[in-house]
């Protein structure tokens, strides 16, 4: 496929606390070596205020060597959580696109021109890269189906099987109208994200923000592995972040839309 020369660049925002050196840097380079230069203006790293000792001076000391002008490292005084930590990386990406990732992805060849040519054609997109998975003790792997995103009525996000009609009949590869979205990777337009209000500060964990962003939008697309010539290769490890909230969960934390708002708006989003 083929794609307009004249695409807006981007930033990649990613969020890390304790997460191990070698993986935050396989996630650099991924978005280094698979992005054509032209389209990635800069790479924030925001640090929720880990305690490693190597995520301090050995960061620093090799991004500043290798990546001198195009990785910002970010360094929050005290734990903010998941949400506060994106809408910081927000603050201080200058590029017109901004994609938010946690910092144990990798990204495949070609995953960009789509996501930006969807963004050129509408500002008031949202893109979600398809996710396959990596195995973390094999690194094999894990191919997904194309899915899109729904919610039960505990408010949970899910995978689901598209229905027929959010599918494009003469073509398998255009991506599929989804009235939910998964926080870890999705990329939208700045200035539009900021219009929509962002995310939701009061949020301490990950969990509300994929339906509440969801139901903020006209419309959310999920490009399918064949629009993106390969996807978004997400590695799972250990420690996720919600074990270092500062809070512990208490159901969805989410502040802003009452259970039943939410599903009065996803029905509306629906119709």
Not at 105 to 112: A, H, L, P, Q, Y
Request: net charge negative; hydrophobic share 40%.
């Amino acid at each position: 496929m083929t794609y307009q020369s004249n695409l807006p660049q981007m930033a990649v925002v990613f969020i890390f606390v304790n997460e191990a050196l070698s993986v935050i840097l396989r996630s650099v380079h991924s978005v280094v070596n698979h992005t054509p230069p032209h389209l990635l203006k800069e790479i924030i790293l925001v640090d929720d205020n880990s305690d490693s000792v190597e995520l301090k001076f050995n960061l620093d000391q090799y991004i500043n060597k290798r990546y001198p002008g195009l990785v910002k490292i970010v360094r929050n005084s005290k734990r903010e959580g998941l949400i506060r930590a994106r809408i910081q990386g927000w603050k201080v990406a200058t590029a017109p696109v901004v994609g938010f990732f946690d910092a144990h992805v990798e990204f495949n060849v070609g995953w960009v021109q789509p996501a930006l040519s969807r963004i050129k054609e509408d500002r008031t997109r949202i893109i979600l890269p398809a996710i396959d998975n990596i195995k973390y003790n094999t690194f094999e792997v894990q191919q997904y189906a194309n899915a899109a995103h729904g919610y039960n009525w505990g408010l949970w996000c899910m995978y689901i099987i598209p229905p027929q009609d959010w599918l494009d009949k003469g073509d398998e590869a255009a991506p599929i109208r989804t009235p939910a979205m998964i926080g870890c990777s999705f990329v939208v337009h700045r200035e539009y994200f900021g219009e929509i209000g962002l995310l939701d500060p009061g949020m301490e964990i990950y969990g509300g923000e994929n339906i509440e962003l969801g139901m903020r939008v006209s419309k959310i697309d999920l490009g399918s592995r064949r629009v993106f010539a390969g996807s978004v290769l997400i590695t799972f490890d250990v420690s996720s972040f919600s074990t270092f909230a500062i809070h512990p969960p208490l159901g969805l934390r989410m502040h802003t839309i009452s259970p039943s708002l939410s599903v009065d708006s996803g029905f509306e989003f629906l119709s």
